[in-house]
């Protein structure tokens, strides 16, 4: 799988391309169905993507109330390459980026990727001040060619799964519940980091891990 950072360049590596487009944080059965249907388009001879976002939208648009992520990118990016994708595109989310209309958002990001076919969930928000849905982008798509499908939210019980019903059973300690919507084990993902090494002293050492601003257990 090919990691290409922006959207600027990226035409003359993709060879007519399909895409699933979304933050993906904690990559649950929902954002799996939305990625499904990317990898799952039978005789399509081009590469099947995926766009993502780094920082999450939240930190830049509102940072005072920015949760916790479930995955930092380099997490994501290490549970993308393992799903059959060709290429995954970070875009990073700037000021810039968060003040376009959603008209030039799909003119020059998905215009300039050359995307024909988009794959997005039903509660996809997009342009200055979150004023595009997963509508308008089908109905923006349509004028430039590009073919938008809406991908329905998935149901676990009564309840749609969503970023934020996963990241509070986490933070909660409902692992076990967790699991069920993401159909793998809880994980965290970081960096280990020196600590005061009282472990070493006590006779069993341990890792100090740096979890990225991840949300804990």
């Not at 990241?167 to 994980?187: D, F, H, T, W």
Request: aromatic share 6%; charged share 25%.
């Amino acid at each position: 799988m090919k990691t290409l950072y922006g959207y600027r360049n990226t035409a003359d590596t993709l060879v007519s391309p399909v895409a699933a487009i979304g933050i993906f944080d904690g990559i649950h059965i929902g954002h799996k169905r939305v990625i499904g249907k990317v990898l799952s388009c039978r005789g399509h001879a081009g590469d099947r993507i995926l766009i993502t976002f780094d920082p999450h939208p939240q930190s830049v648009l509102r940072p005072d109330k920015t949760p916790p992520r479930i995955m930092s990118l380099d997490h994501r990016l290490s549970i993308f390459s393992k799903m059959g994708l060709d290429a995954v595109i970070v875009i990073r989310f700037t000021d810039y980026l968060a003040m376009m209309p959603p008209e030039e958002f799909v003119k020059n990001v998905l215009g300039t990727i050359g995307a024909k076919k988009v794959f997005v969930g039903s509660n996809f928000r997009f342009g200055r001040g979150r004023s595009g849905d997963a509508k308008m982008l089908k109905s923006i798509g349509a004028s430039l060619g590009v073919d938008v499908q809406i991908v329905p939210p998935l149901m676990y019980g009564r309840k749609a799964v969503s970023s934020t019903w996963l990241r509070k059973l986490i933070k909660e300690g409902r692992l076990a519940k967790a699991e069920k919507l993401l159909r793998r084990p809880v994980s965290v993902y970081g960096t280990v980091i020196r600590g005061d090494e009282r472990g070493r002293r006590l006779g069993t050492p341990t890792a100090n891990i740096d979890p990225h601003q991840e949300v804990i257990p």
